[in-house]
């Protein structure tokens, strides 16, 4: 059996190549008993781990990981390519083809005679291309916040439906007015921890963030990326303080503490 899976394997290129490696994995006589054991669920966490390390290698500029971790990333592709494949739901090319048709059909002004005056105008035809593509899949009429994934990070899912709220005109007029909502509820926080209502200061910081992630839409800035970037200004700086402090941190006085921050500050 072995020798009949090598073979199927190295008698492919390319990506018949890649769906013959995960076809021999699920072989149900010869195959990784781990990889039958997998679903959709469990391979899940997994997407996601991968997703992140993709964005890490191409943050730090590590192309060597790049290619490592794309394929890696491929590869969770092509093993949900294989279950639905064996539920006879569709396969791998049925994907790349809906891919590609959708890419086309998203893009009239490459693949066709549309011709739009603006950026503006293209991202406008986009949405509305989308939406129409979202009414599509539904016998019922359809929300505006359809097709927002659940699973995002809430930062990046705040983000999306405030753009996509904004789109059909459910949005603040100026930057100020967001600025109005922001300070309004740290004020509602405020109050809410004076009067030691845990559950409603919950609600509130909860309101404050969405504020947040709202101002920052406003000034054209991705709120999970600001945020990203914030995490590894404090991580790198956090590491200095660690390594100039001659002492265990936590024998360190609050004040110590605070003048090794500002040297960390002052360095690259």
Known sequence: ??????AQVENSSGIDKLLAVMSSLRDR????????????QTILPFTIEEVYEVAEAIESKDFDSLKDELG?????????????KEEKRFDFYAIVENICDKL???????FGDV???????????WE??????????????TSVLDDIPKALPELKRAQKIQKRVAKIGFDWENVDQVWDKVKEECEEITLAADQGDSENLEEEVGDLLFAVVNLSRHYGIDADMALRKANQKFD??????ETFSEKPLNQSTLE??????????KTR
């Open 256 to 265: 110590e503490l605070e003048l090794l921050w500002q040297r960390a500050k």
């Open 72 to 84: 890696d990333l491929l590869f969770q592709v092509v093993f949900y390519a294989q279950l639905t």
């Open 128 to 141: 509305e291309q989308k939406h129409q593509e979202r009414q599509q899949k539904s016998k019922t009429n």
């Open 104 to 110: 086309v059909r998203r893009h009239p002004h490459v």
């Open 236 to 241: 790198s700086r956090f590491r200095k303080v």
């Open 1 to 6: 059996m072995a020798e009949k899976l090598l």
């Open 115 to 125: 011709q739009f005056e603006s950026e503006k105008q293209l991202k406008q035809a």
């Open 29 to 40: 006589e010869g195959g990784c008993p781990w990889d039958l054991e997998q679903d959709y």
